[in-house]
């Protein structure tokens, strides 16, 4: 029988109580099935091909969920936009109703992803960054604690104390960035650099629905902001434009950047089992990132840092390249600089300083191609991209020029950098 006599399939669905919206799914999708609203991530039944390329990355699982349904009734995508929780699994007896007492052939989620195209398609001149992108982690990675505490964990929520609340950009500048401390006092909260926890924010939205967790990104080292304290940090900017420039006032960020010392946050995670750092010695790790997407590279640099200073580790080289607007939107600019220069190389982008010309990231890779080029065929070196999305598809690209010039084969190269788990892409 063939796809065209299949009475019903595994329709794949994303379960609303438990995604945390983070776009990785739609992000990494090779055929634009996946998309969302206001409310829900949704997958359009007409455009899945059921690769399964959006299932591994996913932090929380809630993309890994399959309804049997009748093929010519599969659940719309406006149908799915205004879900609050799956819908339960049809009985037999609906099953039966449906198929007219014929026996009918399913079709399984992974009966056509032999076949199906993943990434770029011969002739295809379309680059995908996401296509290089790893989910497994770097093999000496430590093991991952996920999902402790959310709607469908043992316990909902986790209550977390404010600590700390410390602005890390320049007063006056149009982007407000903050460090926030999250004590968890005697509760296990066990989280890796690279991980991220949700905030719950208080209140309800315009439907009169609680607030959706918002993900963020841990900015402290797997013991502590403090070493030996139960707590992490983040790094969150005050959102006041979306990314069109139109004005809004985000709902998550405007609360945490408010919190005061002694207030009480929920919190649900951690997340995350790939985007982590390695651990074996003369591992070396590259970090591009921009704005907050600083946060998981604070946390590798701070726990490296430590590891250097108690002699415990022989850590590889570290490079970091950051880009921002201008210096003073430049989180944590005053500790960069206090960094020893043999522990961490450090390249600054500046995109609008005025009388100066625009540098972002991708340029000060070219310009320290020679240096990449030698990693990229490192098996011990490891690269970490976080921040807007915008500036995926520009690096990846930058990694590609680097390679090719140095007369390595890109294919080759990005093909391992995705199975050995040596390229992380994290972005919003």
Known sequence: MDASDVVFLKQHLIDPEICIRCNTCESVCPVGAITHDSNNYVVDAAKCNLCMACVPPCPTGSIDNWRTVPKAKAYSVDEQFGWESLPEPLGEAELAEAAGGVEAAVLPPQ?????????????????????????VPPWSAAHAYTNLYGPKAAVKTLVATVTGNVRVTEVGTDYDTHH?????????????????????????????????????????????????????????????????????????????????????????????????????????IVMICTGTGSAPMRAMTEWRRRLRKSGKFEGGKLMLFFGARTREELPYFGPLQQLPKDFIDLNLAFSRVPGQPKRYVQDLMRDRAADLAVLLGDPNAYFYVCGLKAMEEGV????????????????????????DGRLHLETY
């Open 111 to 135: 009966a056509e992803a032999a076949s199906a195209p993943i990434g770029i398609e011969p002739g295809d001149a379309t680059f995908r960054s996401a296509d290089y992108g790893a989910v």
């Open 180 to 284: 926030i401390v999250l004590d968890f006092g005697t509760t296990p909260f066990p989280v890796l650099e690279g991980q991220s926890i949700a905030v719950v924010p208080p209140g309800v939205d315009e439907r009169g629905k609680p607030h959706f967790p918002r993900q963020y990104s841990i900015a402290s080292a797997r013991n502590g902001e403090r070493p030996g304290y139960n707590n992490v940090s983040l790094t969150i900017k005050r959102v006041l434009e979306d990314h069109q420039g139109r004005p809004v006032r985000g709902v998550a960020s405007n609360y945490m950047c408010d919190l005061k010392v002694g207030d009480k946050v929920e919190v649900i995670g951690p997340f995350g089992a790939s985007f982590l750092m390695p651990n074996h010695p003369k591992s070396h």
């Open 396 to 419: 990846v690209l930058a990694l590609r020029d680097v390679a090719q010039q140095a007369g390595l084969d890109w294919e080759a190269v990005g093909a391992a950098l995705k199975r």
